[in-house]
């Protein structure tokens, strides 16, 4: 979603918000702006609908040595993406970068009488309302930014630069991410550290609540309420070359077949295969609290959701009594749900960001319930916020499509339902087929992407041409097909839906038809047989079927068949969704589509 960059130093600073910017691209955006301003407060300003290369082109005719600026790329919530949408905006002496939602905005703009609007957005409606407390640079600007955000009801991450003070970027955070960079002589801003990645490894997380005044040499936080806050410095873990391409054409395609050392990574120190025992240092559970949890409830977004899904048929496997719930969280923040005791809720989320997944987070807290997070970003606010978590260390995730952060959070939450299981007294012969098998994993999806890329490549040019896709599996395979469906569709535009294959019959199948495909997931096992009549109705009303099968044996007449040759038993439809991943990349790649930024899509959704 939208994005902020800041910089006040002894550089360019044109040169680190353009290329801040650019980093911040895989967000998901629709136009771009920067202000820089000189020494004696005059202001650079430029805006573009569209890519940061259309911001570029703008840029060769304005080039400027200015030392401080704010960028921003926006993703259209108020307002249609133009120019005049995009930020930075302007109020008398003032230029602001937002990010998130005003939700008072209409309230706030009837009061502001004075100022002519030259957007449909609510940002401006905020940098308005700053700037009547400022008043043309008569008042210290963070004072006005305190006073107009006491008013404001929604979310922000703000950064504000004054032509009157062209030494200082003030800042603020309420429900969307801020970091400041510490450099020598330069301080930096960004609403997501990869922005700052290669300027410095040192970095605060701005909390909800504070406001900073930053200067070159100087970070001073306060918050709203005008006590001071001691900043804690933490180191930016994320490396330059975990955010490039890396020799592939997409970022989709490298993290796709990043997997075995994302899982791998995931697993440091957290398996002993030989004795079958998991250890998580992250839950902060004590036995006692492992054994009295009764109930789990997995919350989480999109691809964060079926990871909660697909662990929670595992964890039911071998955990007894113990009832699952998994939840998406746009749903279950509004619900009155009500949550039994000796409950533990986990929280699933990629960016650690995201919007409705945090409001849950905050719902399920005020019930007194302890909270878990599975999150890969480090120092994102739910990784904040959550009781106690395990981080996936899936390593930075570029693309829109969520891949390998799905297969860390599954094999995460898999591993924290063995840690209940273990403190419940399960014997370990029951557990040590899944730890044997988790540890085997990375190998075995190396094993997968190389022997059937080309296959699945092959495969995707022939279905191209469809615009409709049904994707079936039952049992474990099931939310696999849901994550199959979502990957397609988001990336290729493809309308592509998953059902359980026992649902057919109730509905879809009347669907089937010569515009449609059908993707089966058949991994061997006690539905097996099941799965594969449901296949056979398929075929009797004429339907195309790719079947994904760990059946060497396979003979069914289908149109495609791709075949996963794996030892595994347990965790073949974790080898099953690589497929659908090289599935939806290769298919939108002969489409011609942009694969790493879907249209009207953000990576981290950070308002509701
Ligand atoms: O960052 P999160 O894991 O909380 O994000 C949740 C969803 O927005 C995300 O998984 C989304 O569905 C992806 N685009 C799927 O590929």
């Not at 986990?346 to 849950?360: F, K, N, P, R, Y």
Request: contains cysteine; glycine residues 8%; negative net charge.
């Amino acid at each position: 979603m939208c994005g902020i960059v800041g910089y006040v130093g002894e550089s360019k600073a044109q040169d680190f918000l353009v290329s801040g910017l650019k980093r911040l691209e895989y967000r998901g955006y629709d136009s771009a702006g920067i202000v820089t301003v000189a020494p004696e407060g005059e202001a650079t300003l430029i805006r573009a609908k569209g890519k940061i290369t259309d911001l570029e082109r703008k840029l060769v005719e304005n080039k400027k040595e200015d030392t401080i600026g704010i960028g921003h790329t926006r993703w259209a919530t108020h307002g249609e993406p133009s120019e005049a949408n995009a930020h930075p905006h302007q109020a008398g002496p003032l230029y602001m970068v937002h990010n998130g939602i005003i939700e008072n905005c209409k309230e706030l703009k009837k009061a502001l009488k004075g100022h002519e609007f030259k957007s449909d957005t609510d940002s401006e409606v905020l940098v308005a309302l700053i700037n009547s407390f400022y008043k043309d640079g008569k008042y210290p600007l963070v004072n006005a930014v305190v006073q107009a955000l006491k008013l404001v009801q929604g979310t922000y991450g703000i950064a504000v630069v004054s032509v009157k003070n062209p030494d200082e970027i003030v800042v603020a955070r309420s429900g969307s991410p801020l970091v400041i960079g510490v450099g020598h002589d330069e301080t930096l801003i960004a609403s997501d550290a990869s922005a700052l990645v290669g300027h410095t490894k040192q970095a605060i997380y701005l909390n909800d609540g504070e406001v900073a005044v930053v200067k070159k040499n100087s970070i001073e936080i306060k918050t709203l309420n005008a006590e001071p806050v001691s900043a804690k410095v933490e180191e930016i873990e994320t490396n330059l070359s975990a955010i490039q391409k890396g020799g592939y054409d997409h970022f989709l395609l490298k993290e796709i077949m990043e997997q075995p050392d994302s899982l791998t990574e995931t697993l440091r120190g957290r398996v002993d295969a030989e004795n079958g025992i998991v250890s998580l240092g992250g839950p902060g559970l004590s036995e006692k609290e492992l054994r009295s949890i009764q109930h789990l409830i997995i919350v989480g977004c999109g691809t964060a959701y079926h990871a909660g899904m697909l662990a929670a048929y595992y964890i039911e496997q071998f955990t007894p009594e113990i009832t699952i719930e998994t939840v998406i969280a746009s749903e279950y923040r509004y619900r009155q749900a009500y949550i039994p005791k000796n409950s533990v809720a986990i929280i699933v989320s990629q960016s650690g960001e995201t919007a409705d997944t945090l409001a849950c987070l905050r719902e399920i807290k005020k019930q007194g319930v302890k909270t878990i997070g599975i999150v890969n970003v480090i120092g994102s606010t739910i990784a904040r916020e959550v009781d106690g978590g395990t981080y996936v260390h899936a390593g930075p995730e570029i693309s829109v499509a969520s891949t390998k952060a799905f297969t860390s959070q599954v094999i995460a939450m898999v591993m924290f339902g063995i840690t209940i299981a273990q403190a419940k007294g399960v014997r370990t012969s029951i557990l040590k087929p899944y730890v044997e098998e988790i540890a085997k994993l990375p190998g075995e999806i190396k094993q997968v992407l190389a022997s059937s890329a080309d296959d699945v490549k092959k495969i995707a040019g022939k279905y191209k041409k469809y615009d409709h896709a049904i994707y079936l599996g039952r049992d474990t395979a099931y939310p696999t097909a849901m994550e199959g469906a979502l990957k397609l569709k988001e990336v290729s535009y493809t309308d592509a839906n998953a059902y359980a294959f026992g649902e057919l019959k109730h509905g879809p199948l009347a669907l089937v038809d010569d515009r449609f495909f059908e993707t089966a997931f058949l991994p061997k096992g006690m539905l097996y047989e099941k799965a594969i009549s449901n296949v056979q109705e398929v075929l009797a009303r004429g339907g195309h079927v790719i079947a994904v099968t760990n059946n060497q044996k396979f003979d069914l007449k289908v149109d495609d068949v791709i075949r996963i040759n794996t030892s595994l038993e347990l965790f073949v439809p974790i080898l099953m969704n690589l497929i659908s991943q090289l599935f939806a990349y290769y298919v939108t790649v002969a489409k011609g589509y942009n694969v790493d930024q879907p249209r009207n899509l953000a990576k981290s959704v950070t308002v509701e």
